[in-house]
């Protein structure tokens, strides 16, 4: 071959070698559908270790590295969990809040002591906050929900059953 300075042993073993490849790919090929399926029944949820773990479990005996590979290759990805973040962060310097109450929660009349606690739940769409207010009465439930931080909005007002 003039003008490519390879040997020609090398040559010949490469084109020996292209057989090999294609079958390689075509093993590559059927190992992508069989990991698409369990991919789409896990509703698109399942990521490399889980996917490996289902295709052993199913009796196919395959590196957890093809595996990675054949899915980065066709660009077939888990959903991945984000990282809890603490959504507060109290002030070291503050006081704390004077317990007015006394931890004693028994109401002489109605609408004399509350009860609530408030809770952040992530959503598709962002932080979602709901509270709960308890007039210790009896008489009623106070629903809160915001979307947004600090922003929380009187829902409904029920009576209590």
């Known amino acids: 071959m003039p003008g490519v300075k390879v040997a020609r042993s090398s040559y010949y073993a490469?084109?020996?070698?292209?057989?090999?490849?294609?079958?390689?790919?075509?093993a590559d090929d059927a190992l992508a559908n069989e990991i698409t399926v369990v991919h789409i029944a896990s509703r698109h949820t399942y990521g490399v270790p889980r996917i490996h773990a289902e295709l052993r479990r199913l009796g196919r005996r395959v590196n957890r590295k093809r595996v990675a590979r054949?899915?980065?290759e066709r660009d077939i990805r888990g959903v991945t969990r984000r990282k809890r973040r603490s959504l507060t962060?109290?002030?070291a310097k503050a006081k704390p809040a004077p317990d007015?109450?006394?931890?004693?929660?028994?109401?002489?009349?109605?609408?004399?002591?509350?009860?609530?606690?408030?809770?952040?739940?992530?959503t598709a769409e962002g932080w979602l906050?709901?509270?709960?207010?308890?007039?210790r009465?009896?008489?009623?439930?106070?629903n809160l929900w915001g979307?947004?931080?600090?922003?929380?909005?009187?829902?409904?007002?029920?009576?209590?059953m």
């Open 89 to 91: 962060r109290p002030d």
């Open 129 to 135: 906050y709901c509270g709960l207010v308890k007039l």
């Open 14 to 26: 490469w084109r020996e070698g292209e057989a090999a490849r294609r079958a390689r790919q075509a």
């Open 147 to 160: 979307s947004a931080a600090g922003q929380v909005r009187n829902l409904a007002s029920c009576p209590s």
């Open 137 to 142: 009465s009896g008489l009623r439930w106070i």
């Open 100 to 122: 007015l109450i006394g931890r004693d929660f028994h109401a002489e009349r109605p609408g004399t002591r509350l009860v609530g606690d408030i809770t952040c739940l992530p």
């Open 70 to 72: 054949v899915m980065r």
